[in-house]
């Protein structure tokens, strides 16, 4: 009698034991799944950054911060590959090349849904180093950061410009108002007709 109490406590323990390390597995297994379906932390090169197409970028919250460094365009940002830019935005309306100096501007109008040429991106050897924008792409901005301001307007916003200089264009010459510590400057002509955002200059 007492050799089947033990023989029968013995097939109890081999039941048990295997159970208890399936029911822990699948535990382990369920936490795992769940931890996947949280929504991955966001890694920026930066502590933050703002999508200006869904972000006013130049509004009072944010003016006094912001840097080129912060914002992202339809997800693209400076240092971004010629390769990742393509992805994204696609055959641009115009392409012009140097290819003495390994510089590639990239035109973008009607092919994003705009009129007339909205945004040129010009790489440095396949390297996104600016981002213009001109009026037409107001479809895409918000509030302040739309392309309508006067240099005083601008001056409220931004502060007196770090450097200023001329393009000479017809009739009239451009003024450039550059914020290089901001990596931002805006084309004058009696009224803002672009921006541009570039690398800071510190």
């Known amino acids: 009698m007492a050799k089947k109490g033990k023989t029968k406590k013995k097939k109890q323990s081999e039941f048990i034991l295997p159970a208890v390390f399936v029911g822990l597995l699948f535990i382990i297994l369920l936490l795992w799944a769940i931890s996947q379906d949280r929504e991955p932390e966001p890694i920026n090169e930066t ?51 140097f290819p003495a100096e390994d510089i590639i501007n990239l035109e973008y109008g009607e092919s994003i849904g705009l009129e007339k040429t909205g945004i040129i991106l010009h ?13 037409p792409f107001n479809k895409y901005l918000i509030g302040d950061t739309q392309i309508n301001h006067t240099k005083r307007e601008i001056y409220d916003m931004f502060g007196i410009r770090e450097r200023e200089y001329n393009i000479p264009t017809r009739p009239f010459e451009t003024r450039v108002l550059v914020y290089d510590t901001r990596g931002i400057e805006f084309y004058i002509d009696k009224y803002e007709v672009g921006f541009s955002l570039f690398p800071l200059i510190r």
Request: a negative charge; aromatic letters at 16%.
């Open 47 to 97: 502590e933050t950054e703002f999508e200006m197409t869904q972000v006013d970028v130049f509004s009072r919250e944010l003016r006094d911060t912001i840097t080129s460094d912060m914002i992202t365009v339809f997800g693209l940002e400076l240092g971004d590959r010629f390769e990742q830019v393509f992805f994204v935005l696609g055959e641009p309306d115009n392409k012009t090349e």
């Open 123 to 135: 790489f440095d050897s396949y390297v996104l180093t600016r981002i213009t924008f001109y009026e």
